[in-house]
Nanobody, 127 residues
């Protein structure tokens, strides 16, 4: 079955960096658009970044533009989220998500667009 497994979360001071990874199995990774979402306590799960199946198109939420970078390695079935200049308000559980698609250049930013989800990894940024 399809599995998405996130790793790389942890505790970091404000201004620091973390790199999240999401390893996929049970699917043809190169046919799946990928995304990162996050959910802080008491808040809705929100879009962070997405990348098309080919990696050629990328989209970010306004609050991470210039600080976070999404990338993928289709040979390793893995998507990454490099997070720099972290702020306390970035504290959340981060989830990766996947959506099989025939559209090579399309990115998706709605939760309901995605078919597969990981279990999440906690990111805590201290002030």
């Amino acid at each position: 079955q399809v599995q998405l497994v996130e790793s790389g979360g942890g505790l970091v001071q404000a201004g620091g960096s973390l790199r999240l990874s999401c390893a996929a199995s049970g699917l043809t990774f190169s046919t799946v658009a990928m995304g990162w979402f996050r959910q802080a306590p008491g808040k809705e799960r929100e879009f962070v970044a997405s990348i098309s199946r080919t990696g050629s198109n990328i989209d970010y939420s306004d609050f991470v533009k210039g600080r976070f970078t999404i990338s993928r390695d289709n040979a390793k079935n893995t998507v990454y989220l490099q997070m720099n200049s972290l702020k306390p308000e970035d504290t959340a559980v981060y989830y990766c998500a996947g959506r099989p698609t025939l559209l090579g250049l399309t990115t998706y930013y709605k939760r309901n667009d995605y078919n597969y989800w990981g279990q999440g990894t906690q990111v805590t940024v201290s002030s």
